[in-house]
């Protein structure tokens, strides 16, 4: 066999198993149609292409309702040229976009917020505009996930990281709720706007006793600023060690690593849609298999609208097919249900 008749053989495979996915993903019945758990990637990379996302389902037999990227602010007058192309793409592919839209630069190759007082005194109004006309003309559902993981210092958003302390969650309610309102005068319609803290806040009062302060109910902007409440948090299983990382994980379930923060959202504000934004499981330590299945039955059982899985060789090796069976993808379509509309039917503070 030639190389060419190779690739060729590889490029069918996977446009075959990018339409198989959706093709079984429609037509396979649901055991569980009336409580259904969208299915979502975070992939990495700006601006995401439908050829990076057709890989994705290329390599894992899914075809996912829920596209998350990641977007860092520009200048304080900049557009977002790729924007535009970037929510096509993902609507184009089935999926609803997320952006999580994170207001920092790099900064001689060094993360850096932007300063929260240039934000709230208008100097990136002009950015926040163009955005938001580009979201406007795109013209179908999405959801931003604004400055999420505020509970880890790691992004202490609007101030360095000295700054991050019991003056935080007040600096954050602001900001959620200056972008909110501009969107809101600029008349965008069909945004919807995610609060998304980490599961384990860092710092807390068991690793500082000074860090009580830093709770997620004390972050939150209001019923009045949020559509959907959001969470991320993983199980690393036994990757880390003190020797090596600073710190040693162990195997936890997804209701251990949830049960918590899920309580502390619904105490927040009861009939707020809830999505798992970012989740992934390691593969050493466990069963990869048992826990996806958990952390499916867990999240109908407590009534959850999605869980996104964090697709991405990073820290190690989260991609969801490393580590699992093929019977284990194919439960998971048999749980998936397939309609794209599922965002248009919540309610969106921005259209108020």
């Known amino acids: 066999m030639t190389i060419r008749t190779r690739l060729i053989g ?15 993903l429609c037509e396979t019945p649901n055991r569980n149609r009336d409580i259904p758990v969208y299915f979502g990637f975070a992939l990495e990379g700006y601006p995401i292409e439908e050829g990076q996302v057709r890989s994705v389902i290329c390599e894992t037999g899914l ?44 900064v001689n190759g060094k993360e850096e917020a932007i300063d929260y007082r240039n934000i709230l005194e208008g100097d990136y109004d002009a950015y926040l505009g163009n955005v938001a006309a580009t979201i406007q003309a ?26 991050y302390g019991p003056q935080s969650p007040e600096i954050y309610r602001r900001l959620f709720r200056y972008v909110v309102t501009f969107f809101q005068k600029a008349g965008v319609s069909h945004v919807r706007w995610v609060f998304c803290p980490n599961a384990e806040s860092l710092p807390n009062a068991q690793t500082d006793p000074k860090a009580g302060w830093n709770e997620i109910a004390a972050y939150y902007p209001g019923d009045e600023w949020v559509d959907v409440l959001g969470v991320d948090g993983y199980n690393w299983g036994t990757t880390q060690n003190i020797e090596k990382h600073g710190w040693r994980s162990t195997w936890r379930s ?9 309580r502390r959202l619904r105490a927040l504000s009861p ?75 919540l309610p969106s503070v921005t259209s108020k």
């Open 63 to 106: 075809s996912p309702h829920i596209l998350l990227f990641y977007l860092q602010w520009k200048q304080p007058k900049a557009s977002e040229p790729q924007l535009r192309s970037c929510l096509e793409a993902i609507w184009a592919m089935g999926a609803v976009p997320c952006m999580t839209w994170e207001p920092m630069r790099i």
């Open 271 to 345: 009939k707020k849609p809830l999505i798992v934004f970012e989740t992934a499981s390691a593969d050493s330590g466990g069963d990869k298999d048992g826990w996806i299945r958990e952390a499916f039955q867990t999240a109908k059982r407590w009534g959850m609208e999605g869980v996104v899985w964090f697709q991405v060789n990073k820290e190690i090796d989260w991609r969801l097919q490393s580590g699992i069976s093929a019977q284990m993808l194919s439960w998971l379509r048999s749980e998936m249900s397939c309609s794209q509309r599922w965002a248009e039917k």
């Open 138 to 163: 795109f013209g179908q559902p999405v959801l931003i996930r604004f400055a999420h993981e505020m509970n880890l210092k790691r992004y202490h958003w609007g101030t360095d990281e000295a700054g």
């Open 254 to 262: 997804f209701e251990d690593i949830f049960d918590d923060p899920v």
């Open 10 to 24: 590889m490029v069918l495979f996977c446009f075959w198993s990018a339409w198989w996915a959706q093709a079984a």
